[in-house]
């Protein structure tokens, strides 16, 4: 149809923002700053069935990702070190005795949302700030029209029940999207007895006895933290290992070590098909591929990966996906239609990670209306956390990647595993969690072109070596600093 044809306002922006996650804050507040007309397209929460859908303003990070995890992970860190095999507390003299360990789950979990929601709520405010135009709605492309010979997308928005579900056509000559993803659930006979990691975050009571399913990292994260946190915890993998992409096998190695000696009880080779619930108990059962079953779990948490969203918003066919559904983009941003263009989780770039989404925002607002014509991210030499039990940091290429890129006979390496002084009063090595650390380097030089570290507060000095990497330092340089 031709809008032209139809009555009432068609609202006129610049560029139409959609996604209001890390990725599509970041670029609308840059291009506003600059003195864009933008509006920026949330679809908010709401809840279907009992399960979340939509993260909310400020994106899956913000709400459901990584600083509500981040705070769960610091509340299992306390008492890890108080009481935990590897807890120090003991060895530097303090008495600590068990009801002081009790968890008031309730509490934590109402101070934790608060925080969430005043950051969350804070997104629209420096939105409003900027002067950009917040829509709380779902979007969907209508058509590419011209006007004044100038060809423009048409984007129709259903807004939220709370924003009077009307539905509203706007128009520009640019959009941006920045939709992220969404978690995958398998299709097993059972599966709504699960949660996901969303659902976590929802859990008004501290599981006594909970099943982990999956071998990533987010996986492996909801293991440690709820361990640490004390319900009994069981991980649940297909594999050998967990970890299994992506990671250098030295740091896989150590951590299924420490995991093994101080983490959840551990299930390789394990491929979950079915779930039952005891209707009398309330309990569940898991049952594997093979026959086996696992019983008495009160909560089991499916964290099996993540898909992109960029195919619910009825693309045009021109829209170029890969065959997993992400969007195509090239070193720009740019898509494979005129003046679209796509950041962050749900595109094909393979960092789904949130400073990587906000950069990219911010370079592309700067390429498009701040005057800088080849401003973009680089995507390579990305630092990333894992926040395991203990931690992982990693930066640049693992060794078989090395290997690969300059040939076997130009790599080599440096490794080595360490307790750390933390637990320097420990009764014994069983009650410590080693440091590993791992140098990748290449040619003659000894470039540094990846580092590896596993261990107590390896998240947070992974930044600086992040640095000195992108910046080419070489094993000189680190054993002269």
């Not at 135009?133 to 807004?159: L, N, R």
């Not at 995991?259 to 108990?281: C, F, R, V, W």
């Amino acid at each position: 149809f031709d809008i032209r044809e139809m009555s009432g306002e068609v609202k006129k922006y610049d560029v139409i923002v959609i996604g209001g996650g890390s990725g599509g804050s970041a670029f609308s507040r840059r291009a506003a700053g600059y003195g864009a007309k933008v509006a920026i397209i949330d679809r908010g929460v709401k809840y279907i069935n009992g399960i979340r859908n939509g993260a909310g303003p400020g994106g899956t990070c913000v709400n459901v990702g990584c600083v509500p995890k981040k705070v769960m992970f610091m509340a299992a860190g306390v008492r890890e070190m108080l009481s935990d095999s590897v807890g120090v507390a003991r060895g530097y003299g303090y008495e600590i005795k068990a009801k002081d360990l009790n968890l008031d789950w309730s509490l934590l979990k109402s101070r934790r949302d608060a925080y969430v929601d005043r950051l969350s709520k804070g997104y629209v405010k420096n939105w409003n700030k900027a002067g950009v135009d917040v829509i709380m709605g779902t979007a969907k492309f209508v058509s590419c029209q011209s006007f004044d010979s100038t060809q423009e997308y048409v984007i129709e928005v259903t807004k939220s029940p709370e924003d009077g579900g009307t539905v509203d056509l706007l128009r520009a000559n640019r959009v941006v999207i920045a939709v992220g993803g969404k978690i995958t659930m398998p299709n097993w006979p059972g599966i709504e007895y699960a949660i996901s990691s969303d659902g976590f975050f929802d859990m008004e009571f501290q599981p006594r006895k909970v099943a982990v399913i999956g071998a990533g990292y987010i996986a492996v994260e909801m293991a440690g933290i709820l361990h640490a946190l004390g319900s009994e915890t069981h991980l649940f993998f297909r594999g050998d290992t967990v970890l299994r992409r992506g990671f250098d096998p030295f740091v896989v190695e150590q951590l299924m070590q420490a995991m093994k000696a101080h983490g959840p009880e551990l299930h390789p080779l394990s491929t979950p098909n079915a779930i039952i619930k005891d209707e009398q108990t309330g309990t569940k059962t898991l049952v594997l591929e093979n026959g086996s079953k696992f019983t008495d779990f009160d909560c089991i948490l499916v964290a099996i990966g993540r898909e992109p969203l960029g195919p619910e918003l009825q693309v045009p066919s021109a829209l170029k996906l890969d065959p997993k559904g992400y969007i195509v983009v090239d070193d720009y941003e740019n898509t494979s239609l005129p003046n679209v263009y796509a950041i962050g989780d749900a595109t094909t770039t393979g960092f789904e990670l949130t400073p990587v989404a906000i950069a990219a925002g911010r370079r592309l607002a700067d390429r498009l209306y701040g005057g800088e014509p080849r401003a973009r991210i680089e995507y390579f030499d990305i630092a990333t956390v894992v926040f395991s039990h203990p931690p992982i940091g990693t930066v640049g290429l693992t060794e078989p990647e090395a290997c690969l890129a300059y040939g076997r006979d130009n790599v080599t390496t440096k490794q080595s595993a360490f307790n750390s002084m933390i637990y320097a009063l420990n009764e014994n090595d069983t009650n410590k969690v080693k440091t590993g650390l791992k140098l990748v380097l290449a040619g003659p030089e000894e470039k540094v072109v990846g580092l590896h570290c596993i261990g107590p507060f390896s998240d947070e000095m992974l930044q600086g070596f992040a640095v000195s990497i992108r910046m080419g330092a070489t094993r000189r340089d680190f054993e002269a600093s």
